[in-house]
């Protein structure tokens, strides 16, 4: 692949505003080409540029197109940067009124270098928030769509899209679907703008000619008045590919609109090494229909602030992904205890879910046209939420790692939208670490809060997510929780009844049903708060699922616990695969024998404290957990 830097514009408005600049501050800029003034950090903008494509594992070659006026700048440049001075094009001009425009000064270094190869086009005196983004992201991306490549971002707030080249892109395919030049406000709902850095195919060059003859005068011979009419008109396949990063061109802006933002991505630059990023995710409870969300039914689950995963991101020299001193343990006080520790927990910890969630976070934004910025990290997680009882723990620190990384690279709900998120994190577990799991962990997570969800078979089938509502969270009843001191591992809670639902076996699938119809009837009882009636539909979703599962595959700890419950009139059911009981007494005064009756058999018991979204505010007693004595 062939690059070409442009840098053949006549920044008249700047040099003349530099040059009448009665302060004197800008007095040793004068006469200095705009792609040579100081950029981001203090470098040269064209610095910052050079050594991102000053690679040869990605470049045969690359050009730098100037003009006439400032051509001896740039060969003093080249020889003090070690750009080969023969890859310098001359394209004549002296003026502003004699240029030949962008298109042109690209069809000439193509032209005159007979070049015959993938290019790549950057203007070289663009202003970029974060220069240290990956090129080789880029290329990849380039080579795997069969078109041409735009690059854009999202407008910060007070820019207006009547100064850029708008792109309308569709999300699926990633194709511009339309471009528009400078449009009128309202023309356009899209916030997403072009920047000149495209890549070319070889085959498709000669368009760029074609263009010039159709274009005899240089003020259409812009970069987006040939994108207008190779995508609206030609309808030639144009892809999109998001940066998460600003770029300003300082073409014809003047003094006060280049040192704004400067200044602007300076300070950017300077905040964010410094700040640490913290994440949490909540563990959750199923409260109703699960497990039917493994086959295509409907829940109830509801976040708790009890217990949670912790992730910090912490910018720095190189990747570094922190072991947890408890749950990665790499140091033991003997044999015996290293025995102990992995006959009770087992051997993953959390660290293979922080190295999942990276790998496929960038095989996500490579695969979805989002180009990264190369900057390193450390992460390091903590967590509360007790292993192998059936509290989502593990989706629960892949959660909170991913909101990391979308702060980290600036990315955005429309970059990555809370259905696709909770998809993404079940992706992690399933097909990075073969983690058996299903949807309901992943979207109340995300989601936070009280969420019913219906994992309809066609609604999975045509855009791969289901329908998802938020329930109202004021005025809950106490729900109660009690887990294992000694959980053995769950996972082989679901049995054979896939296997079983697969093939189709009636009693498996009515009882699949019925579950979606159990989490149908408790969505109506969460809005008249008739709480008696949800303790009966628990009782029934656990009795359902006994059923299904048998008791040998539920494993006597459940049943113990769920007997246990019902001892004292309280409704109960298992919260996800196993290993805790989640429950519902509407009896309050019990609460206090029943908790000393689970702690005399070994278990943990404590009352929930529901987690909201981030709006929620708590409103009520019955909200608050009471104290049980």
Sequence with gaps: MICILLVAGHGTVLET????????????????????????????????????????????????????????????????????????VNDGSTTLEDRLGAVADVELAIRSRRLQDDVMVIAGDMLCADQNFDIAQVIRFFRSQPGELVIYYELEEGERCTCRGIVEVCPKSHRVTRFLEKPQEGVTASRLASVVFYCLRKETLFYLSDFLLRQPEVEDRAFGRFWE???????????????????????????????????????????????????????????????????????????????????????SQTLVLLPHPLNDPTEFGSLQDLFCISRKEG???????????????????????????????????????????????????????????????????????????????LNVETDELFITAGLQDRVVQVYEGLIYMDFNKQLMDERGYGEYEALDMSTLPSFWLAYLGDPSDSGHIHSDVRRRWLNGEADVVEAMKHFADLADQARVVFQTKDWPRLAELMDKNFDLRRSVYTDECLGQGNLRMAQLARQFGSAVKLPGSGGAVVGLCVDPERLGEMKRAFQEAGCVFCLIVPHGPPDYEEQGSNNIPINVK
């Design 17 to 88: 505003q530099i040059k009448n600049d009665v302060t004197g501050l800008y007095a040793h800029l004068a006469g200095v080409p705009k792609a040579l003034l100081p950029g981001v950090g203090g470098k040269k903008i064209l610095d910052l540029w050079w050594e991102t494509v000053n690679t040869r594992q990605l470049f045969s070659e690359v050009y730098l197109v100037t003009n006439a006026d400032k051509y001896k700048h740039y060969e003093r440049w080249a020889t003090a940067n070690d750009f080969p001075a023969e890859n310098l």
């Design 229 to 315: 009419w190779l995508i609206n008109e030609e309808r030639l396949p144009v892809y999109g590919m998001k940066l998460p990063t600003g770029f300003q061109l300082i073409g014809q802006v003047g003094l006060s609109d280049y040192t704004k933002w400067l200044a602007h991505y300076s300070a950017k630059q300077q905040e964010s090494p410094a700040k640490s990023i913290v994440c949490r995710s909540y563990a959750r409870v199923g409260l109703m229909g699960n497990p039917s969300d493994g086959f295509n039914g409907k829940t109830i689950a509801m976040t708790i602030s009890n217990f949670w995963a912790e992730v910090t991101l912490v910018e």
């Design 347 to 425: 051997y993953l910890g959390g660290l293979r879910l922080l190295q999942a969630t990276c790998k496929k976070f960038y095989q996500f934004c490579s695969t979805q046209g989002i180009a990264l910025t190369k900057q390193n990290f450390t992460l390091r997680y903590d967590t509360n939420i007790p292993r192998q009882v059936g509290l989502a723990g593990s989706s629960a620190i892949v959660s909170a790692t991913l909101k990391c990384l979308m702060k980290f690279y600036n990315l955005t709900e429309d970059d990555l939208p809370k259905p696709i998120r909770a998809n993404f994190i």
